[in-house]
């Protein structure tokens, strides 16, 4: 079971964040306070700073006597920088867990809420072991020194795939699981994705997933405009953390690099567009009851019993000037 306490690599950053803020409160450069700690490092505080290094309890408590920290604050900030230190024991709350998978579960654990748009995929925290699979399986010939030709070892498909899964139990995590809202592309569930049983599958799960109360699943029909024809031009993830204080988080996927913005800016602007794509997809009930009806066209057997509503009309589009950028 994923942790409910956000990775090292999230505290890390937020302990940067604060150390910056308490140097600056102090009037000092980084130079000035290098030399009153005597560290012989320049770039030993940059690191830390930047989130960049595994953080020494005892230089962080130096840092925090030289900014005359209260000890309410010395001790929330050391036992932020012992959650920092501490991936080895952060990692064994998974079952098992890849290089791969590991930057989204980073940003995972400690997630109050995560909110994505995918225009060609389902996303990772709702595939099923098979699409998880062709997935992974279709990018290794372009993996850098891939052979088309070369069979991948089964055993590193598998270790991919578990990982993948392993992160997926956070949803239906016992007492805190995240609120978790996806609109999907029709394009992203079409038959291009892999076979008819593979693909009526990934459908019945994501009807099951649909029904968990911290779920919401949106369909984004091919044919209905975005705002004012606003084009998406690609996949993202916006994350926000159950502690207030940690640093709201934007990811954008690509196919072989991926981006992590923490931005203010960057971060309104992909809400206001999320906002806009919740506008123009399909209500959560009808999605249901589309993703009940695709199922079923998807195999031989019959579509899952979950509405008994048509489908629903496109939802009134709303003008892209009439969004606003809001804090949540």
């Known amino acids: 079971m994923p942790p409910a306490v956000p990775s090292p690599i999230l505290r890390r950053r937020r302990l940067g964040t604060e150390?910056?803020?308490?140097?600056?409160?102090?009037?000092?450069?980084?130079?000035?306070?290098?030399?009153?700690?005597?560290?012989?490092?320049?770039?030993?505080?940059?690191?830390?700073?930047?989130?960049?290094?595994?953080?020494?309890?005892?230089?962080?408590?130096?840092?925090?006597?030289?900014?005359?920290?209260?000890?309410?604050?010395r001790e929330e900030l050391a036992a932020i920088t012992r959650e920092a230190g501490d991936m080895r024991g952060w990692l064994r709350s998974y079952p098992v867990m890849t290089q791969r998978q590991r930057s989204y579960a980073e940003l995972e654990a400690g997630c109050a809420e995560i909110r994505e748009y995918s225009p060609a995929l389902v996303p990772g925290l709702l595939q099923t072991p098979a699409y998880a699979r062709v997935r992974i399986m279709s990018t290794r010939p372009l993996d850098p020194g891939g052979d088309p030709d070369r069979a991948v070892e089964s055993e590193d498909v598998d270790t991919e795939v578990a990982a993948r899964l392993a992160r997926q139990s956070l949803l239906d995590r016992a007492g805190d699981a995240p609120q978790y809202t996806a609109v999907l592309d029709e394009a992203a569930l079409g038959r291009r994705v892999g076979p008819a049983e593979m693909l009526r599958e990934q459908l019945v799960q994501l009807c099951d997933l649909a029904a968990l109360p911290n779920v919401t699943l949106r369909i984004l029909p091919r044919d209905v405009p975005v705002a004012d024809w606003y084009l998406p031009p690609t996949a993202f993830s916006l994350y926000r953390f159950a502690d207030p204080l940690d640093p709201e988080t934007l990811a954008i996927e690509g196919e072989f690099l991926n981006f992590m913005v923490y931005e203010r800016d960057h971060l309104n602007r992909y809400k206001l567009v999320f906002e806009w794509l919740c506008a123009a997809a399909l209500s959560a009930a009808d999605s249901l009851d589309w993703l009940s009806r695709a199922a079923g066209r998807a195999g031989d057997g019959p579509a899952p019993s979950l509405l008994a509503h048509g489908l629903a009309t496109a939802p009134t589009q709303r003008s892209r000037h009439s969004g606003h950028l809001t804090e949540h």
């Open 19 to 73: 150390l910056r803020r308490l140097r600056e409160a102090a009037g000092l450069t980084g130079d000035q306070v290098i030399d009153r700690v005597g560290w012989a490092s320049a770039s030993k505080l940059s690191r830390l700073e930047n989130g960049r290094s595994r953080p020494d309890l005892r230089d962080v408590l130096d840092l925090l006597s030289l900014y005359q920290v209260d000890e309410q604050l």
